[in-house]
Protein backbone atom coordinates (compact mmCIF):
# COMPACT_ATOMS: atom_id res chain seq x y z
CA UNK A 1 0.00 0.00 0.00
CA UNK A 2 1.31 3.55 -0.97
CA UNK A 3 1.72 6.01 2.06
CA UNK A 4 -0.30 9.48 1.15
CA UNK A 5 -0.33 12.57 3.32
CA UNK A 6 -3.60 13.33 5.13
CA UNK A 7 -5.55 15.45 7.42
CA UNK A 8 -5.69 13.28 10.64
CA UNK A 9 -7.33 13.77 13.63
CA UNK A 10 -6.19 12.24 17.51
CA UNK A 11 -7.24 13.14 20.77
CA UNK A 12 -3.72 15.39 20.93
CA UNK A 13 -3.48 16.15 17.50
CA UNK A 14 -5.42 17.84 14.47
CA UNK A 15 -3.02 18.52 11.23
CA UNK A 16 -1.00 16.29 8.32
CA UNK A 17 0.08 12.83 8.42
CA UNK A 18 1.28 9.56 7.20
CA UNK A 19 -1.58 7.55 6.09
CA UNK A 20 0.91 4.27 7.02
CA UNK A 21 2.31 4.98 10.36
CA UNK A 22 2.59 7.73 13.59
CA UNK A 23 4.29 10.40 11.41
CA UNK A 24 3.01 14.25 12.17
CA UNK A 25 3.52 17.08 10.40
CA UNK A 26 4.51 19.37 13.33
CA UNK A 27 5.78 22.96 11.93
CA UNK A 28 9.31 24.61 13.03
CA UNK A 29 8.48 28.34 14.68
CA UNK A 30 6.59 30.50 12.72
CA UNK A 31 6.01 30.47 9.28
CA UNK A 32 7.67 33.09 7.34
CA UNK A 33 5.62 34.99 4.19
CA UNK A 34 4.86 38.32 3.19
CA UNK A 35 0.97 37.45 3.34
CA UNK A 36 -1.46 34.74 4.24
CA UNK A 37 -0.72 33.11 0.69
CA UNK A 38 3.14 33.15 1.27
CA UNK A 39 2.30 31.65 4.92
CA UNK A 40 0.22 28.60 3.29
CA UNK A 41 3.18 28.16 0.62
CA UNK A 42 5.55 27.74 3.35
CA UNK A 43 3.62 25.39 4.92
CA UNK A 44 2.55 23.23 1.99
CA UNK A 45 6.62 23.34 1.10
CA UNK A 46 7.81 22.22 5.08
CA UNK A 47 4.91 19.47 5.38
CA UNK A 48 5.75 18.41 1.53
CA UNK A 49 9.10 18.29 2.13
CA UNK A 50 9.23 16.76 5.69
CA UNK A 51 6.31 13.75 4.02
CA UNK A 52 8.84 13.30 1.54
CA UNK A 53 11.89 12.43 3.77
CA UNK A 54 10.28 10.50 6.82
CA UNK A 55 10.55 6.90 7.03
CA UNK A 56 7.34 5.33 7.58
CA UNK A 57 7.61 2.86 11.04
CA UNK A 58 5.08 0.13 11.88
CA UNK A 59 2.12 1.32 13.57
CA UNK A 60 1.95 0.22 17.21
CA UNK A 61 -2.36 0.35 17.28
CA UNK A 62 -4.41 0.45 14.10
CA UNK A 63 -6.96 2.21 16.50
CA UNK A 64 -4.52 5.15 17.11
CA UNK A 65 -5.71 7.39 14.20
CA UNK A 66 -8.54 9.03 13.24
CA UNK A 67 -8.83 10.68 9.81
CA UNK A 68 -11.47 13.39 8.89
Do not use: I
Amino acid sequence: MQRTLEWTRSKNFEGFGCSQCHWKFNPLGVLAGDSLEGMKRTYEAQHNKEFATHTCVKRTSPTARMTK
